[in-house]
């Protein structure tokens, strides 16, 4: 798992191949959905510890 920055400054998630833009943030937590979910219907989520808090 690795964090990193897109082209526009936005954080993502890669992980198993996969690309996750950031979705939610909440105090302890941060859900990120599939970079893929518009083009490839992909329904891939995950959820990590929120670094901030």
Not at 17 to 43: A, D, I, L, P, V
Request: glycine share 4%.
């Amino acid at each position: 798992m690795e964090f990193i920055r897109s082209q526009r400054g936005a954080a993502k998630l890669c992980y198993e191949g996969f690309t996750y833009t950031k979705k939610k943030e909440t105090k302890s937590t941060m859900r990120w959905e599939c970079s893929q979910h518009r083009s490839e219907n992909c329904k891939a989520t995950a959820t990590t510890d929120n670094p901030v808090s």
